[in-house]
Nanobody, 118 residues
Framework: QVRLVESGGGLVQNGGSLKLSCRAS????????VGWYRRPPGKATEPVAS???????EYSESVKGRFTISGGTTWVAAGLQMDNLKPEDTAVYYC????????????WGQGTQVTVSS
């Protein structure tokens, strides 16, 4: 089992910045991909960014150029630097991890709320 715990969410003004962190524990050996998803109010959950053990990174078009995903001291401890935040970035953000480099994620965190005021 892998446990993921997010931190760093909060309230920020339009154009502001926040950094989310994800702490992974448990059987993390073999994790090949970590990432972030988000669920805006009243909408479906959507991917935000991903990072593989090979260093391959992907971003959704809506955050490209504004968000940066990074690994921690153990690479599975993924961070998400969010700059130039917009009200439409308001969502619950989830840290995710997988034992494969493609396909669905095996583990999800509980989520952290990010609210961007206009």
């Amino acid at each position: 089992q892998v446990r993921l715990v997010e931190s760093g969410g909060g309230l920020v003004q339009n154009g502001g910045s926040l950094k989310l962190s994800c702490r992974a524990s448990g059987t993390i050996n073999g994790i090949e991909r970590v990432g972030w998803y988000r669920r805006p109010p009243g909408k479906a959950t959507e991917p935000v960014a991903s990072l593989t053990s090979d260093g391959d990174i992907e971003y959704s078009e809506s955050v490209k150029g504004r968000f940066t995903i990074s690994g921690g001291t153990t690479w599975v401890a993924a961070g998400l630097q969010m700059d130039n935040l917009k009200p439409e970035d308001t969502a619950v953000y989830y840290c995710v991890a997988a034992f494969r480099k493609t396909g669905s994620y095996d583990y999800w965190g509980q989520g952290t709320q990010v609210t961007v005021s206009s």
